[in-house]
Nanobody
Framework: QLQFVESGGGLVQPGGSLKLSCAAS????????IGWFRRAPGKELQAVSC????????SYTDSVKGRFTVSRDNRKKTVYLEMHNLRPEDTGAYYC????????????????WGQGTEVTVSS
């Protein structure tokens, strides 16, 4: 089954940096657009960034533009999210998932969600 394992989160001060990793298994990553999604405390799941199958089409939610960079290495079956100048509002659990062309979770694809990785930005 398609599944993901996220890692790289942690506690960081405002202005700090983290690099998240999303390891995929059970399928050929090359075929899919992958998105990073965030669930902030008390809020709904929000799309943060998406990257298409070959990395040539990338999107970001407005609040992270210029601070976050998404990338992928299909040979390693891994997608990354490099985060800089972190803000308290970036706090949340970060997940990766198969995404559609509008950077929404692709409900047509059967995959298993990972545990997510927690990011806490606080002084």
């Amino acid at each position: 089954q398609l599944q993901f394992v996220e890692s790289g989160g942690g506690l960081v001060q405002p202005g700090g940096s983290l690099k998240l990793s999303c390891a995929a298994s059970g399928f050929i990553l090359d075929y899919y657009q992958i998105g990073w999604f965030r669930r902030a405390p008390g809020k709904e799941l929000q799309a943060v960034s998406c990257i298409n199958f070959n990395g040539e089409r990338i999107s970001y939610t407005d609040s992270v533009k210029g601070r976050f960079t998404v990338s992928r290495d299909n040979r390693k079956k891994t997608v990354y999210l490099e985060m800089h100048n972190l803000r308290p509002e970036d706090t949340g659990a970060y997940y990766c998932a198969v995404a559609d062309s509008k950077c929404r979770v692709d409900d047509l694809i059967d995959f298993r969600w990972g545990q997510g990785t927690e990011v806490t930005v606080s002084s």
